[in-house]
């Protein structure tokens, strides 16, 4: 209790773990339903939740504690890959979406070990030879710029906004 919901003035409502890294979130507005995204890794619990909701961010949250609460009671997850390649998958019985459960199908280019680190036009690199991947011409001109407009908010729901396709792929 007591966790803010991202940087609005919402607390949260519910008993999650101390180890929630992240809690995002956005009440209704005109025509946008409020969500709660929460990153959390705890136990058999390491996932990813978003859910939303056409009444509040504490709706939302309350949808979201429900799901973790599934996934914490799962007596014993049972991955399938379906159709992640990069080692996530999905819990057959409880339906969590998990990172990291699997190796990656992919392998890197120099050393053929199983990765997902990193990737240019269909190949992939692990970590230690990320250096030796092609980089695409950086075309971002900072005169194009202008410092007033940017807001970190903005960027994290855009971030949120990617990170929620990305969870949401593998579920049905
Ligand atoms: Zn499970
Ligand atoms: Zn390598």
Redesign the pocket.
Known sequence: MGMRIGHGPEISQCEWPESVTRMQGRNVRSGIPAFVEVSVHDG?VNTFIRRDSDDSVFAAEIAAFEAYRT?AA?????FERREWRNGAGV??????WSPNVFEPLERCQECGAATYYSSFEGRFWCEMHDSLRPRRPFEFDPADVDDSSYSSAEFEEALSTILVAIASKGKE
């Open positions: 058999n996934y799962c007596p014993g997850h049972a819990c057959e019985r409880c339906k969590m």
